[in-house]
């Protein structure tokens, strides 16, 4: 029944209905929230405005008293929750609830007037409300009873209910889900009939026609289907084809009946007497060509023996040549890929790999000799049982161990049997048995760096010295490309540890920001590994959060420290910094990828940051990351302009502005990190130094 073709076109097509009509409706919804919400903005900034010039007009005329009485009738009205009106210190100087004169407003509205923004959504007991700040400015004609130098007098804030504006949304969206609804019936049952009246019922004729076909009966195999052009054409061409099946059947039965007569008149024919006997003289004459061919055959088998001989030993000669062949192609692309890499890690685990490709090995490692401690690091393994020693494992040196023998004799080792070697253990420290070992050192300039060790071939054969030939090869290579990646990693160190002490020595002239970039560091790794992020990715993120800040080096150490507000002008010269680090870390190759993070770091997921207005999925999750963290502790910092907030107020902040200024999923993470006491607890230390 599912495999219908009828209900595979119905299905599919209420599917793409399903979704279509799903799809128009939460585009209708969303348009008809934007649409509410607009219009409760719009309303409350009118209200706004009407009380301010209300206000301001009574003050002129030194009615100072009417201010109240016009805040106790504006909030009679039902979609007035509140109204009063702050200092810019956020202490509230009237009200309509006489009760509250003299409090302080929430810090969330605190913080909306400070960053310069008029409006914003928030909750109350009644429901969600819209609250706009309307800054009431001083004039001259205020100047007899404020100081002239005040630029603003007071901010009045209303707060709108939006509980009429939501039962509206509830009541459209309910009748566009049911006029969705309605319309997805419609089409199905009109494509559904359309379906079963003109592609279903034609091709069911179709179908008992060919059985009548199959069954022998041409003459009732006639159909006519006329729903549409295409059925009529494919009916019409199908009884041609009857009729020409039926005309050929019959011409071929009645070539079969000619046939059988005709074989039925030669079987009594006198000729064939008379070709048997001529057949038996000539099978007397192929007896005796057959004992020359069998005398020749003889001849041939014994020349066949020499060929095969000679083949055999060719065989031999050409698997030889074709073992090293395949084995100096390995040597040659195993030297491509080992010079392409200076990753020490990435490099260790692909020489180990290619090489037990090569000499067919069942486990393969690398031992690092650290000739301080005189001792073994396992730097990289393949093919070692469950639950041995791991990468970064000490290994003591000690007789009986094969590195021991290879280090000590400097010079390659191979055993084809453990157990004929006493001086040998056979159960080895990576807790394996050996069976046959292959040992090479790892030297640069007759300077031993390691050793590389393979053991039991996977065909359970024992190593040969053409196998000890090619490993000796291999180390060699191999040694250069460690060194290499050895010499790379430690260039990359002295880089980041050079850069890594400029920027200790910028934050430590501050002393607002000291430890700064160390703190951030801390956050973003938490955060990181709360995601389940990789190590690459968690690597880059670590070198971005300590540079982050290296381009503040390029702005004047006078608008970091500033203790007033910054004016537009100081916030396009501070908004540089990212972009001045970028050019600062260009010259250094290797720090390509972390400059992104750098540059992005202060982007927002609405697309309102910089320096690139990068938004949602163009800005690099680092990136992300890393903008949360240096939030969380900029706001968790004194600064020259404000104190430290708190961490419950700082972690709203971050639940507040996800979807706007942060990534709401990475805001959600770094909120869970908190919680999750098991995996991050930090000490919320405030920076007051």
């Given at each position: 029944m599912m495999n219908s073709l009828k209900i595979k076109i119905l299905g599919l097509i209420a599917i793409i209905v399903v979704i279509t009509a799903i799809v128009s409706a939460w585009i209708n919804m969303n348009a008809q929230k934007k649409l509410l919400y607009s219009y409760a903005e719009q309303n409350s900034k009118l209200i706004g405005e009407t009380v301010r010039n209300s206000i301001s007009t009574n003050m002129a005329v030194g009615q100072n008293s009417e201010v109240s009485n016009i805040l106790e009738k504006i909030s009679r009205e039902p979609t007035i929750e509140d109204i009063r009106i702050f200092d810019t210190a956020g202490r509230i100087l009237n009200s309509a609830k006489t009760e509250e004169i003299g409090d302080l407003i929430t810090a969330p509205e605190l913080l909306a007037f400070r960053s310069n923004k008029m409006a914003l959504l928030e909750s109350s007991a009644s429901g969600q409300v819209f609250s706009s700040l309307t800054p009431i400015h001083n004039s001259p004609a205020c100047y007899g009873?404020?100081?002239?130098?005040?630029?603003?007098?007071?901010?009045?804030?209303?707060?709108?209910?939006?509980?009429?504006?939501?039962?509206?949304?509830?009541?459209?969206?309910?009748?566009?889900?049911?006029?969705?609804?309605?319309?997805?019936?419609?089409?199905?049952?009109?494509?559904?009939?359309?379906?079963?009246?003109?592609?279903?019922?034609?091709?069911?004729?179709?179908?008992?026609?060919?059985?009548?076909?199959?069954?022998?009966?041409?003459?009732?195999?006639?159909?006519?289907?006329?729903?549409?052009?295409?059925?009529?054409?494919?009916?019409?061409?199908?009884?041609?084809?009857?009729?020409?099946?039926?005309?050929?059947?019959?011409?071929?039965?009645?070539?079969?009946?000619?046939?059988?007569?005709?074989?039925?008149?030669?079987?009594?024919?006198?000729?064939?007497?008379?070709?048997?006997?001529?057949?038996?003289?000539?099978?007397?004459?192929?007896?005796?060509?057959?004992?020359?061919?069998?005398?020749?055959i003889e001849e041939i088998e014994e020349a066949n023996f020499k060929i095969a001989d000679l083949a055999s030993e060719l065989e031999g000669q050409n698997t030889t040549l074709a073992r090293a062949v395949e084995r100096l192609s390995a040597l040659y692309k195993m030297g491509l890929a080992t010079n392409s890499i200076m990753d020490l890690d990435r490099l260790l685990d692909l020489i180990i790999k290619k090489t037990m490709e090569t000499v067919e090995a069942k486990y393969g490692y690398i031992l690092l000799l650290d000739k301080e401690e005189w001792s073994l690091e396992l730097a990289g393994a393949h093919g070692?049982?469950?639950?041995?020693?791991?990468?970064?494992?000490?290994?003591?040196?000690?007789?009986?161990?094969?590195?021991?023998?290879?280090?000590?004799?400097?010079?390659?080792?191979?055993?084809?049997?453990?157990?004929?070697?006493?001086?040998?253990?056979?159960?080895?420290?990576?807790?394996?048995?050996?069976?046959?070992?292959?040992?090479?050192?790892?030297?640069?300039?007759?300077?031993?760096?390691?050793?590389?060790?393979?053991?039991?071939?996977?065909?359970?054969?024992?190593?040969?010295?053409?196998?000890?030939?090619?490993?000796?090869?291999?180390?060699?290579?191999?040694?250069?490309?460690?060194?290499?990646?050895?010499?790379?990693?430690?260039?990359q160190r002295t880089y980041l540890n050079t850069v890594h002490a400029l920027v200790s020595a910028i934050e430590a002239s501050d002393p607002y920001t000291r430890g700064h970039s160390e703190r951030v560091t801390r956050y973003s790794l938490a955060l990181a590994n709360h995601m389940g992020l990789d190590s690459t990715a968690v690597n880059r993120l670590e070198q971005a959060a300590i540079l982050h800040d290296i381009g503040k080096i390029g702005i004047d150490v006078y608008l970091l420290h500033k203790v007033e507000k910054l004016d537009d002008r100081d916030f396009e010269r501070l908004q540089k910094h990212p972009e001045i680090g970028d050019r600062i870390l260009e010259p250094i190759s290797f720090l390509k990828d972390i400059r992104k993070i750098i540059v992005q770091h202060h982007e927002r997921f609405d697309g309102k940051g910089y320096p690139n207005s990068l938004q949602g999925d163009e800005i690099l999750l680092e990136a992300k990351i890393l903008s949360v963290a240096d939030t969380y502790d900029a706001m968790t910092s004194n600064r020259p302009y404000r104190d430290a907030l708190s961490h419950e107020v700082t972690i709203q902040e971050i639940r507040d502005h996800a979807g706007t200024q942060f990534d709401p999923t990475i805001a959600n993470h770094f909120i869970e990190m908190f919680d999750d006491e098991k995996q991050f607890k930090p000490e919320i230390v405030v920076n007051n130094a």
């Open positions: 009873c404020h100081d002239p130098g005040q630029e603003i007098l007071g901010i009045l804030n209303i707060h709108l209910s939006l509980n009429v504006l939501q039962e509206i949304q509830a009541s459209g969206k309910q009748a566009t889900i049911f006029t969705s609804l309605g319309t997805v019936a419609i089409l199905i049952l009109a494509i559904g009939a359309f379906i079963l009246i003109y592609v279903d019922r034609p091709i069911r004729k179709l179908a008992r026609a060919f059985s009548r076909v199959e069954e022998g009966n041409y003459d009732d195999a006639e159909t006519q289907i006329t729903s549409s052009s295409e059925m009529a054409q494919l009916s019409d061409r199908f009884n041609r084809m009857v009729v020409q099946l039926k005309e050929s059947i019959e011409a071929r039965v009645s070539k079969e009946r000619e046939l059988a007569v005709n074989e039925e008149k030669l079987a009594h024919h006198e000729e064939i007497q008379h070709m048997n006997i001529t057949l038996e003289e000539r099978l007397k004459e192929i007896e005796y060509l057959n004992i020359s061919l069998e005398e020749r070692l049982p469950q639950g041995s020693s791991k990468n970064g494992s000490v290994i003591p040196i000690k007789p009986g161990g094969v590195s021991h023998w290879v280090i000590v004799n400097n010079e390659p080792l191979l055993l084809q049997n453990v157990d004929d070697s006493r001086e040998f253990n056979r159960r080895s420290l990576l807790e394996f048995d050996r069976d046959s070992v292959l040992c090479a050192p790892l030297s640069i300039k007759d300077d031993i760096i390691g050793t590389i060790t393979m053991s039991n071939k996977l065909d359970e054969t024992p190593f040969n010295k053409e196998d000890l030939e090619l490993l000796s090869t291999i180390a060699a290579q191999a040694s250069v490309a460690i060194h290499n990646a050895q010499l790379y990693e430690e260039q």
